[in-house]
């Protein structure tokens, strides 16, 4: 990108001239959100700054919390429960807008406190003082890969373990067209620094629960069909979640998007999870990104929507069937020739 060291030299000003820092992780957190964290943290410890990272508006992810100090460093708050008097600079992490920050209410920072936003969708809003958004970038901690070589910070296995894993989770393990010859080779000098990436991978893909298998089960006996099978979606209402006691991390987290996507002649999938009374959580995935970007769709029907071309999400706040009906209406009106 233009001027990227132009602005990691403002951010590193920002950080000299700050004490104490918040850090957060987006809503569902994903590998690429709790990387960044940890490595941001792990930097900012280690040159003196007090540091507090706050996973945000859901629980700790299950398939992270046996190969990373997630709840050691990261401290289970959202941004409603943090008193932002206390910190002099929030950097703001693979989140697009304040709604990737918490949609507990209106995120609103108070003058005296500086933002930094680093990320690398292409829906970010530059909503910081500084804003380091690359979107050429396959993922967030790609991004502080490159910031980290610009400041000369020496990699251990810890640092280069939190970075690989954000690209490995962003890229859906190298698939995804952002996987650039440049992500291929910074992973290759991550896993060479720690040498255990395969059982992180490993554990990444591999710690379901049962109630994530009982989802998939609930969420595969549900498909609809829609303009001659092109895309297909899964549904779940709110009442199957209320009576089976589902939490709503439970009720968005799984791989029911990336099991539909599998599925050859089905271009663009989702799963719509009503995870509230009238607030619906839609997952969308394409087999295309080059003709059917999904973050379009997103960013089109609910708040705070966005994502990356193969991969995105939004949340509603209607009950399943008028979401369902306005995810099929935005679909229609974006991509006609479907």
């Known amino acids: ?103 507990k209410g209106e995120v609103v920072f108070p003058e005296h406190l500086k933002t930094i936003v680093i ?12 804003n380091l958004v690359d979107e050429n970038s396959a993922s967030t901690t790609q991004v502080l890969y490159k910031l980290f070589k610009e400041w000369n910070i020496e990699l251990d296995k810890d640092l280069a373990l939190y970075l690989f894993i954000g690209i490995y989770g962003d890229t859906g393990g190298f698939q995804y067209t952002l996987t650039s010859p ?71 987290e799984g791989l029911v998007p990336e099991i539909l996507r599998s599925v050859k002649g089905w271009d663009i999938v989702g799963s719509l999870v009503e995870i509230e009374d009238c607030v619906t959580r839609i997952a969308l995935r394409t087999r295309d990104e080059k003709k059917y970007d999904v973050s379009i769709i997103a960013k089109n029907v609910g708040t705070g929507g966005g994502g990356h071309p193969g991969a995105a999400g939004t949340t509603v706040m209607k009950n399943l069937t008028d979401a369902e009906r306005e995810l099929i209406r935005s679909i229609s009106n974006i991509y006609k020739e479907i």
């Open 1 to 103: 990108m233009k001027n990227f060291s132009k602005t990691a030299k403002e951010i590193q000003d920002f950080i000299k001239n700050s004490q104490n820092v918040l850090l957060h992780c987006h809503p569902s957190p994903d590998p690429d959100s709790i990387g960044s964290v940890l490595a941001m943290k792990k930097y900012l410890v280690s040159i003196g700054k007090n540091v507090t990272a706050i996973i945000g508006d859901y629980d700790y992810p299950t398939n992270m919390v046996d190969s990373f100090p997630i709840e050691k460093e990261i401290e289970k708050k959202s941004f409603f429960d943090i008193n932002l008097e206390d910190f002099d600079l929030f950097i703001i992490l693979d989140s697009s807008s304040t709604t990737q920050i918490s949609r």
């Open 119 to 130: 990320d690398h969708h292409k829906t970010n809003i530059r909503f910081g003082d500084i």
């Open 182 to 252: 440049e992500t291929f080779r910074i992973a290759t000098e991550l896993v060479s620094v720690c040498p255990n990436y395969h059982r992180v991978v490993f554990n990444l893909e591999n710690s379901k629960r049962e109630i994530e298998v009982e989802m998939m089960g609930l969420a595969l006996s549900n498909i609809k069909k829609y303009f001659n099978g092109k895309v297909v979606l899964t549904v779940i209402p709110y009442e199957v979640i209320k009576e089976r006691n589902i939490s709503k991390e439970d009720a968005t």
